[in-house]
């Protein structure tokens, strides 16, 4: 079966700094890769997704992600972290053969030092 | 993008009743709506798939007969939670799946309903 793990349950990085948040996946294809961001008590938003094609994929709010399929990761990047970064971070895949049904990783959670 | 509603965004009942939550696409229509489960700091565990005009597709291990979704629309799925308990308080999240265009495989999700049971 298909999963996906995020090494880091938490993060703390301060304003201004880089930002790398891991995400590893098991499944013996490539599977369509997302990074969702959910604030305390919301839903989550969209980043980014993977399909097919560039494996830079660039997202939203300045972020961006690499699929690299020897090392089976989809990591997500920041270059400067603002306040209003601090969030749970959520890497997920889906399966087209699955009903597009998705897996999602633990989470990480990324609190950011003023 | 495409927008996931949820209604309500919070509710507290007495341990023995019902509560329904509903999930709409606001912009599209979603013949596909997915429903989560989330406890305090933890991921989202998927319980079900509501399909538009029949029956919905459980996880192993969620009860079917506690966790009632109805899918009676292209733009409606509800999930009702039968005879709650405290156990059952949690964070419901809905996705929908925007299958206009080339984003055939990209959900997007509500913005959750926080279940308190007391």
């Known amino acids: 079966a298909q999963s996906v793990t995020q090494p880091d349950i938490h993060i703390t990085v301060s304003e201004g700094a880089s930002l790398e948040l891991r995400c590893n996946y098991s499944?013996?294809?490539?599977?369509?890769l997302f990074w969702y961001v959910q604030s305390p008590g919301q839903g989550l938003q969209l980043l980014l997704k993977?399909?097919?094609?560039?494996?830079l994929v660039q997202g939203i709010k300045g972020f961006e992600a690499e699929f690299k399929r020897s090392q089976s990761s989809f990591n997500l990047r920041k270059p400067s972290v603002h306040w209003s970064d601090a969030a749970e971070y959520f890497c997920?895949?889906?399966?087209?053969?699955?009903?597009?049904?998705?897996?999602f990783g633990g989470g990480t959670r990324v609190l950011v030092k003023p | 993008g495409a927008v996931v509603s949820q209604h309500p965004s919070r509710v507290i009942c007495k341990s023995g009743t019902s509560v329904k939550i509903e999930c709409r696409s606001l912009?599209?229509?979603?013949?596909?709506m997915f429903w989560y489960r989330q406890f305090p700091k933890q991921s989202l565990m998927l319980m079900a798939t509501?399909?538009?005009?029949?029956?919905?597709?459980?996880e192993q291990g969620v009860e079917k007969d506690k966790f009632l979704i109805n899918h009676a629309s292209l733009t409606l799925s509800t999930l009702t939670v039968t005879s709650a308990h405290p156990e059952d308080s949690s964070f419901y999240i809905c996705?929908?799946?925007?299958?206009?265009?080339?984003?055939?495989?990209?959900?997007?999700f509500g913005p959750g309903t926080r279940l308190t049971v007391l």
């Open positions: 996705s929908a799946p925007d299958r206009r265009g080339a984003s055939t495989d990209t959900q997007y």
């Open positions: 499944y013996g294809a490539t599977p369509y």
């Open positions: 993977y399909f097919s094609g560039d494996t």
């Open positions: 997920a895949l889906s399966l087209k053969a699955a009903g597009n049904k998705l897996t």
């Open positions: 912009d599209f229509q979603a013949t596909t």
């Open positions: 509501s399909n538009e005009g029949s029956k919905a597709t459980y």
